[in-house]
């Protein structure tokens, strides 16, 4: 037990950044468990906080200083370069057992909508990167001119923030809730 390894003395508090049912495996009681712990918690102000009532709301930073997260020059005699890099494949209305719709992200439809734009519109170049290195994903997204979340379950993720400390237009659809956290 981790209360005996550190002391009584030590103060415990837990940081979520996604669903209880993703925490825990899968498993709907390890789920509750984790919900209904007396232990403080904290949870980002992104979706997650739906699953968490009793935790308070922090926000998710990245280091602004940093200079992959700094905006960069980009080439503007080149067709326009829209930047998406889910970090799920599963489809929005095909859920696993272990994950909820708000795991999923929509990168199939979403990718979906970005190809049809890009070809209605004959302009432009879209990237769409998966299973790369969090800093290559970073460098990526820095040269391009803008940079797509997610559109399908109203919330925003780290690649929102990157891609607004970057200086660069950032696209996700946010609902009345993400909209009322924020």
Same mark, same amino acid.
């Given at each position: 037990?981790?209360?005996?390894f550190c002391g009584s003395r030590t103060r415990f508090?837990?940081?979520f950044h996604s669903t209880p049912l993703t925490?825990?495996?899968? &498993? @709907?009681?390890? %789920?509750?468990?984790?919900?209904?712990?007396?232990i403080p918690q904290l949870v980002i102000s992104q979706y997650p906080e739906r699953f968490f009532p009793k935790a308070r709301l922090v926000p998710n930073i990245v280091p602004l200083e940093d200079s992959d997260y700094l905006?960069?020059?980009?080439?503007?005699s080149l067709e326009p370069v829209v930047y998406f890099a889910p970090s799920r494949d599963e489809p929005a209305w095909s859920v696993q057992?272990?994950?909820?719709?708000? &795991? @999923?992200?929509? %990168?199939?439809?979403t990718e979906t909508l970005l190809r049809a734009?890009?070809?209605?519109?004959?302009?432009?170049?879209?990237?769409v990167r998966r299973d790369i290195p969090h800093d290559q994903c970073l460098r990526e997204?820095?040269?391009?001119?803008?940079?797509?979340?997610?559109?399908?379950?109203?919330?925003?993720?780290?690649?929102?923030?990157?891609?607004?400390a970057q200086g660069l237009p950032t696209f996700a659809f946010l609902d009345a809730r993400t909209l009322d956290t924020l």
């Open positions: 037990n981790l209360r005996t508090i837990r940081q925490i825990a495996g899968g &498993d @709907t009681l390890k %789920a509750e468990k984790i919900v209904r712990s007396e905006p960069s020059v980009v080439d503007d057992a272990s994950r909820s719709r708000w &795991d @999923t992200k929509g %990168a199939k439809e734009v890009i070809t209605g519109c004959c302009k432009g170049k879209l990237i997204k820095q040269g391009s001119d803008i940079v797509i979340d997610e559109m399908i379950t109203g919330s925003f993720h780290l690649s929102s923030l990157e891609g607004l």
